[in-house]
């Protein structure tokens, strides 16, 4: 009987199961980038605006492969080399939107640097699974998933 609570009680979050999954694989993300950017500046020597090129498209492909195997498995979407370039773009346009709003928080709204760059990262965030969602993985006539907004 206590399974079954659980399990209802679980029921609404399998909603939010892909997004849980696309936050956690960022997360990995973050550890990934952390590191390539460590081993860069501290073994290479590389200054780090340098290093956070590497870094940053280490961890890009690194998220794309277990959102590709794990977050958006059996999605139906194009060609892996197509969801590639889509993810890469998508990605590349999150950093673009972190940089902008890390900007103004910091710059205009006054906010601490770590507090500006969770709510920057958090913005971008919801930019990548959107599209990521709705343009990578999504198959050819096929609707937005439902926890997209409708288009």
């Known amino acids: 009987m206590q399974i079954q609570t659980i399990s209802a009680a679980l029921a609404p979050l399998r909603r939010f199961e892909r997004v849980m999954r696309f936050g956690l694989v960022g997360l990995s993300g973050l550890l990934v980038n952390s590191a390539v950017l460590w081993l860069c500046v501290h073994s290479l020597g590389w200054p780090a605006?340098?290093?956070?090129?590497?870094?940053?498209?280490?961890?890009?492909?690194?998220?794309?492969?277990?959102?590709?195997?794990?977050?958006?498995?059996?999605?139906?979407?194009?060609?892996?080399?197509?969801?590639?370039?889509?993810?890469?773009?998508v990605a590349l346009g999150g950093m673009l939107i972190t940089a902008l709003l890390l900007g103004a928080l910091t710059g205009y709204a006054q906010l601490p640097l770590l507090a500006a760059n969770v709510l920057a990262v958090a913005g971008a965030m919801a930019?990548?699974?959107?599209?990521?969602?709705?343009?990578?993985?999504?198959?050819?006539?096929?609707?937005?998933?439902?926890?997209?907004p409708p288009e």
């Open 127 to 148: 930019w990548n699974y959107l599209a990521n969602a709705r343009w990578t993985w999504r198959a050819p006539g096929v609707a937005a998933p439902p926890e997209c």
């Open 49 to 89: 605006p340098l290093a956070s090129i590497p870094a940053t498209e280490t961890a890009i492909l690194s998220n794309f492969v277990l959102n590709d195997r794990w977050t958006f498995a059996g999605a139906g979407a194009p060609g892996i080399w197509a969801r590639l370039l889509r993810f890469n773009s």
